[in-house]
């Protein structure tokens, strides 16, 4: 935990697990264009140090890379398919509603 610990007190491995995903998308949605040069694809900024990317992708694509990871970790997370179903459910439900 360190000095920070306190702050995530529930959240912990939810932060965690983020960061992971985070740092996965990250890597399949950048690269590296010359020595200390590392280009953000989905917007194409470029940094000098991979932790500025990093906070770049956290501060702008972390909803995206949690829908991103669950895509492409289809079935694998426990909570994916009920999800699934849940959105499946509520888009029909709207579009008898509306």
């Known amino acids: 935990g360190g ?3 306190m702050m995530f007190d529930m959240g912990d491995l939810e932060s965690e697990e983020e960061e992971e ?3 996965e998308f990250m ?3 950048s690269e ?3 020595k200390k040069k590392f280009r953000c694809s989905l917007d194409g900024k470029e940094f000098s140090t991979l932790n500025i990317m990093r906070a770049h ?3 702008h694509y972390k909803e995206q890379a949690l829908e991103w990871f669950e895509e492409t970790h289809n079935g694998d997370g426990e909570l994916g ?3 699934e179903m849940m959105a499946a459910m ?3 439900m709207g579009e008898m509603m509306g």
């Open 32 to 34: 590296q264009v010359g």
């Open 90 to 92: 509520e888009m029909m």
């Open 81 to 83: 398919g009920m999800e």
């Open 21 to 23: 995903i985070l740092e």
């Open 27 to 29: 890597m399949a949605h």
């Open 3 to 5: 000095p920070m610990g």
């Open 57 to 59: 992708f956290t501060k």
